[in-house]
């Protein structure tokens, strides 16, 4: 187990929340200022942001620090993301937006609320010893890791006079999680990717809410069981009025009943032969698509950017990154390969192929400033 993997930081936070005690957070609370101002040693993905968003501190400043530019550059691309599609108003900053191989300096990457947030690559105790007047520093599962003497003596260096540290959860390397089961490599990864995941009965519309479906764009139902399928759609159209609902037919002959619904229906045998089709006649972009370590990346996105609307492709291409590309453009039901003198409308869907995925992350956000990658 690589205890610096994303996937691990990720799939520990349920623990972690429950080891921490009540009554320390609570008397915590009581005392900081509405307002504080907090920096983090060892912040690994972010995942104390949501937990202050959970305890209701909403203003102030957090600056997380990690040595590990790979946990920080994900943290930067997940918590944004992750927080808007759990309902929080997130305002994003150029920071966030730079490429994440650099190295942010201490610019806000976004904002949650009043409260600024910002992630960065660097020495915890460094930051330590050079900051004075923080209210509160974070380290979880950091200070078995540090020269002990050092580290309290930065803290002391860093806090303001009455100022808090909070050190839950020194970590001794030997969690396990145990029973194994076999959906915990999809859920890791899912986790992994920024989504959050639900255990319960899809069928009942508290376990619907509970996972977002409330303010849901897209509910997709794909289990192998059409019943099960069938009736979360209903649920979804319904109870949460969801507009595009995304239903798994795996007997043909219910394709009807997902019709009936208003439902988008894929059917499991019709899927197998459009892939051997594909495989057939598009070999080359079939096998770039289903390489688990491609580099490159296809995405659709709606053009939402207001400065967009009557600028032509050729026009959007100079903004865009290196080796991205328009290669569609759908507009009221109808698909067109533009030439540069396509003219764009708010609406349009635009299919966009990149050499690399940060790339055409960055793309997107170019057309949709919003979207949720």
Avoid at 153 to 161: D, F, G, M, N
Avoid at 195 to 223: R, Y
Wanted: glycine share 8%; charged share 25%.
């Amino acid at each position: 187990m690589t205890h610096a993997r994303p996937r691990y930081l990720e799939s520990k936070r349920s623990v972690d929340a429950r080891s921490r005690a009540p009554r320390v957070r609570d008397r915590l609370l009581a005392e900081l200022p509405a307002d504080p101002e907090i920096l983090e040693a060892g912040c690994g993905t972010g995942v104390t942001v949501p937990q202050l968003l959970s305890w209701d501190i909403d203003a102030g400043q957090y600056r997380g620090i990690d040595t590990d530019e790979r946990i920080v550059s994900f943290a930067r691309r997940v918590r944004p993301a992750a927080l808007r599609w759990a309902g929080h108003d997130v305002t994003t900053t150029s920071a966030t937006e730079q490429s994440t191989s650099e190295s942010a300096g201490a610019d806000t990457d976004f904002a949650v609320a009043d409260l600024a947030v910002t992630f960065e690559t660097g020495d915890a105790l460094d930051a330590l010893e050079s900051n004075a007047g923080v209210d509160l520093v974070v380290a979880q599962s950091f200070a078995d890791l540090v020269p002990l003497p050092r580290f309290v003596s930065a803290i002391e260096s860093a806090l303001r006079p009455g100022g808090f540290a909070y050190l839950p959860l020194t970590f001794d390397g030997g969690t396990i999680f145990q029973p194994d089961h076999p959906a915990d490599e999809a859920v890791e990864r899912a986790k992994e990717r920024g989504f959050t995941v639900k255990n319960g009965d899809g069928t009942k519309a508290d376990v619907l809410e509970a996972a977002g479906a409330d303010h849901a764009k897209v509910v997709v139902a794909a289990t192998p069981d059409d019943d099960v399928n069938l009736l979360v759609a209903q649920l979804a159209r319904t109870n949460f009025g969801v507009d595009e609902v995304v239903g798994r037919a795996n007997q043909p002959a219910n394709l009807e009943a997902f019709r009936d619904l208003d439902v988008q229906s894929i059917s499991a045998g019709h899927a197998v032969a459009a892939a051997m089709d594909n495989q057939i006649e598009r070999p080359g972009i079939t096998q770039w698509m289903t390489e688990a370590d491609r580099e490159g990346d296809v995405q659709e996105v709606e053009v939402t950017k207001r400065d967009l609307d009557g600028d032509t492709v050729a026009e959007l291409a100079d903004r865009l990154p290196e080796g991205c590309i328009v290669a569609m453009v759908g507009r009221d039901g109808n698909h067109t390969v533009p030439d540069g003198d396509f003219r764009l409308q708010r609406g349009d869907h635009l299919t966009i192929i990149g050499e690399d995925r940060d790339s055409v992350h960055e793309a997107l956000r170019q057309v949709h400033p919003d979207v949720t990658l």
